[in-house]
């Protein structure tokens, strides 16, 4: 008899703070859409993660229900994929707690990450934003995921998940699998629109700098025109062109042309024609998203219902793994 062949695991999540930028969605939720045909995804709404620089909770809980809604209106299929939302599964917080013990301060220290934020908000330097990555491991290794799609800037918090996750199975025996990061070529860092030095970021305070997932086709059409380039106003990827070389790379990530052929298509013409054709083929990207996220938002009943279910599903597979590694510490069993 024929088997099927069993499908590898993808696990990833997004913090819902804020509302996503085309460099979340270039760099992350887009490769999310691409792997959720081949593979056995878990996606999650990593609402433990954001409450690290302590939202508002009226804002919170409506952050997480777009978020939600935003997961399927970029097309994850909620029968086919498991999309859920991090606090709905205990297992993430209980095994969250047992890495920690298996992490050492050092390692947790030198994450860039904590020290951005530990930067950027010094009022609030709390334990939860340092041990953010062995949470981050736990969302990770609860199912027991093979890839972990993410932006380039993601990628120490899955080496340290492999570090911790190498350490509890040499000490227990085989628990966890090792899972490898998926970042995707040219959509791995979508740069601000306005310092092309710095990375897309929603929570930048100049509104121009970022395109958000839901802004409309004249918001879209404005900031891309407004991008900051350079004065030589030719189209090729080079040095010093950091302007040029985003554009070029979020029209390659839209349209799936390469640089090679973007150069050409743009040969003698000026960066008014250019950003004119970035702009139209972000507009052409984003439009069925925002369309289908209108419809969703207003279906509450049916995305309590998927986040039912996709919580109970998580579940199950979360729970599993957590029992093997409780087991495998010593806790007593009932
Ligand atoms: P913030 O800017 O508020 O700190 P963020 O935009 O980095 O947050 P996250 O929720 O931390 O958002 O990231 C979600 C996913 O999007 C991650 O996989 C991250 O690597 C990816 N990502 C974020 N910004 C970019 C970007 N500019 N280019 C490519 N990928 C990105
Ligand atoms: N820290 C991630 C969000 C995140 C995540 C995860 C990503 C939380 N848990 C598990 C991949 C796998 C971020 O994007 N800032």
Redo the contacts with the bound molecule.
Sequence with gaps: METAEKKQIV?????PTGTPTLGNYLG?LKNWKTMSNDYECFY?V?DL?SITVRPEPAQLRRRTLEMYALLLAIGLDPEKNTVFV?SHVNAHAQLAWILNCYTQFGEAARMT?FKDKSEKHPENVNVGLFS?PT??AA??LLYQADF?P??V??KQ?LEITRDIAERFNGLYGDTFKLPEPFIGKAGAKIMSLQEPTKKMSKSDTNAKAFISMLDDADAITRKIKSAVTDSEACVYCGEGKDGVNNLMGIYACCTGKSFDEITAEFEGKGYGDFKAAVAEAVVEELRPVKAEFDRLIADKAYLNACMQQGAEKASYFANKTLRKAMKKVGFYQL
Excluded at 11 to 15: C, G
Aim: no cysteine; glycine share 4%.
């Design positions: 696990l990833s999540a997004i913090q992350a999650a990593a993660h991090q990450q953010y949470l981050m969302d990770i972990v993410i932006g800037d993601q918090h």
